[in-house]
């Protein structure tokens, strides 16, 4: 049962986390320095990732009609019904695709690698605090600027793989937040906030459904297997990320149309700070 209330805490911080530009790996690096499932390591790599599948359906549901590309066409002349495919989802899917490439790329052949090395408390402080500068500075040079792009029918190819690349720097560096990284690079190249935002919602379908499958496949081919207790936390997790990310879309799209980014940019650096702070005196203590 304790197991249980911790999933569900886990459930709701990568419910809010993941969504909005403040690195959820931060969040629950800290949150595991105090409330740790008690689990095998091996399953515990597998949940904090699969937990997301959870959050990402909430965009499936919120966005269903600009996602989802076929519909029923009726003839009325032969009163049938045919299915259609509206072409600009189809472009968009596309885009969205391309911009997934690099992420996928770099996931497939150096996931293990990178995250041996940078899924540390420091690494991912440090990366929190760089970017919470960078969405500081890029707010202040963005102040009184029009956007070139204002609307997800306007991005092209060159701008999705530009996203795109942004997107890889969360892959390689923990801590960086993958909506920071992209809204971030897509602020830098000209495009509105929303539009950003919206793009980087969409880009996790792809992302985080191909991350999940591919920690599933890594525990199955290391001869382990799920346990029905384990199964039930992962559901547990899973539910509640989708219930609380439906509430933090909504509140964070609606944020936006009024405000810029720079209160998650001090955010991200008191984070980052406050992590620092609790390694130091852990390892202090534990020295």
């Not at 052949?109 to 500081?136: H, S």
């Amino acid at each position: 049962m304790i197991n249980v209330l911790k999933a569900i805490l886990y459930g709701i911080v990568e419910g809010i986390t993941e969504w909005l530009p403040i690195s959820s790996t931060g969040h629950m690096i800290l949150l595991d320095m105090f409330v740790r499932l008690d689990v095998p390591e091996e399953f515990w790599e597998v949940f904090l990732v699969v937990i997301q599948l959870g959050a990402v359906m909430a965009v499936l549901v919120l966005y269903w009609s600009r996602l989802w590309p076929f519909y029923m066409k009726r003839n009325r002349k032969r009163r049938k019904s045919s299915i259609a495919v509206k072409p600009e989802i189809i472009g968009l899917w596309v885009l969205i695709i391309i911009a997934c490439l690099p992420a996928v790329i770099i996931g497939l052949t150096l996931d293990d690698f990178f995250e041996a090395l940078f899924y540390k408390p420091i690494p991912v402080a440090l990366a929190l605090i760089v970017f919470g500068i960078g969405f500081i500075l890029i707010e202040n040079r963005n102040r009184g600027k029009k956007p070139r792009i204002y609307c997800l029918e306007e991005i092209d190819i060159k701008t999705a793989l530009l996203i795109g690349a942004c997107q890889v720097l969360a892959a390689v560096f923990p801590g960086t937040s993958r909506s920071g990284a992209t809204i971030l690079g897509a602020l830098l190249i000209g495009v509105a906030r929303e539009t950003a935002t919206e793009f980087t919602f969409f880009l996790a379908v792809p992302v985080m459904f191909g991350a999940s499958l591919l920690k599933i496949v890594k525990f199955i081919a290391a001869g382990l297997h799920f346990t029905g207790a384990q199964i039930s936390l992962l559901a547990v997790g899973m539910i509640v990320a989708f219930a609380v990310s439906i509430v933090v879309i909504r509140f964070f799209l609606g944020y936006i149309r009024k405000h810029d980014f720079k209160v998650f940019g001090w955010y991200r650096i008191a984070l980052g700070i406050l992590v620092l702070l609790v390694t130091g005196i852990r390892a202090l203590v534990a020295g």
